[in-house]
């Protein structure tokens, strides 16, 4: 090969590597559903139920989670909407809580008393919808649809995890 040709080679294959690496350092920006769960429940004095209800961001970007409204069921039953305005930004790939305040119907407080009492498993359901704003994006409505189980929480009266 000619010296004359061997900086040429070196400089168009910098070149080209340059080229490759930006290509490679984009990001591709997916908006998915985001979801959500009980983290933990926790029995008031008056019967009123506090929920910490995790949200989960699985998009990409960040996104700003602007209104829960879920139907939950303790054990088949009905026990009321979660309903809440957090106007959270939550990174992407990322969560966080926020917490719900709910007054259950009478038959749900009888299970999570029942469950408490008997330190079994409680299962629940959540069905609904959560707004989010993805960044520089329009505000979306998302279908949330889950179902988990609580625990109760050693130590803690009342706790369901």
Not at 25 to 52: E, F, H, M
Not at 59 to 76: E, I, K
Request: hydrophobic residues 45%.
């Amino acid at each position: 090969m000619s010296h004359r040709l061997r900086p040429l080679l070196v400089l168009s294959l910098l070149a080209v590597t340059a080229v490759a690496l930006t290509a490679c350092n984009r990001t591709v920006k997916r908006v998915s559903p985001p979801a959500a769960s009980v983290q933990q429940l926790t029995v008031q004095a008056d019967g009123s139920w506090t929920l910490v209800l995790r949200l989960q961001n699985f998009s990409s970007m960040p996104m700003t989670f602007d209104s829960v409204n879920l139907q939950m069921q303790v054990a088949d039953q009905d026990a009321g909407t979660l309903t809440a305005s957090p106007a959270m930004s939550i990174g992407g790939v990322s969560a966080d809580v926020v917490n719900v305040n709910l007054k259950p119907s009478s038959a749900a407080r009888i299970v999570v008393a029942d469950a408490l009492a008997g330190n079994r498993t409680l299962s629940y359901s959540l069905k609904g919808t959560v707004s989010a704003t993805p960044e520089d994006k329009k505000q979306r409505s998302f279908d949330i649809t889950g179902r988990s189980t609580l625990n109760q929480a050693p130590g803690l009266p009342g706790v369901l995890r």
